[in-house]
Nanobody, 116 residues
Framework: QVQLVESGGGLVQPGGSLRLSCVASRNIFNLNYMGWYRQAPGKQRELVAAVTTSGTINYADFVKGRFTIARDTAKNTVYLQMNSLKPEDTAVYYC??????????WGQGTQVTVSS
């Protein structure tokens, strides 16, 4: 069973930056895209950014111009560079491997807190 492990979360002041990493324990077959999602307390999980196997990237409107997703296939890793962080970015951030066949995979999540 492939595992996704996120890291890089933490406490940061408004305007600060964090870089999240998601490492897959091995190659993922039937992959559509790798995505970052987030879930704030009392809210539904929402898509933040995603990158397909062909390299197409999509961002949620609320992070455009501030967050950047990148994928390193050689390292089975996807990154989320988060700049100009706002208090409303506070959430647990999850990595997802969306597959065309077989179960989708989720990481355990990493907490991001933006507060002064």
């Amino acid at each position: 069973q492939v595992q996704l492990v996120e890291s890089g979360g933490g406490l940061v002041q408004p305007g600060g930056s964090l870089r999240l990493s998601c490492v897959a324990s091995r190659n993922i077959f039937n992959l559509n895209y790798m995505g970052w999602y987030r879930q704030a307390p009392g809210k539904q999980r929402e898509l933040v950014a995603a990158v397909t196997t062909s390299g197409t990237i999509n961002y949620a409107d609320f992070v455009k111009g501030r967050f950047t997703i990148a994928r390193d296939t050689a390292k089975n890793t996807v990154y989320l560079q988060m700049n100009s962080l706002k208090p409303e970015d506070t959430a647990v951030y999850y990595c997802k491997a969306d597959r065309s066949w077989g179960p989708n995979l989720w990481g355990q999540g990493t907490q991001v807190t933006v507060s002064s």
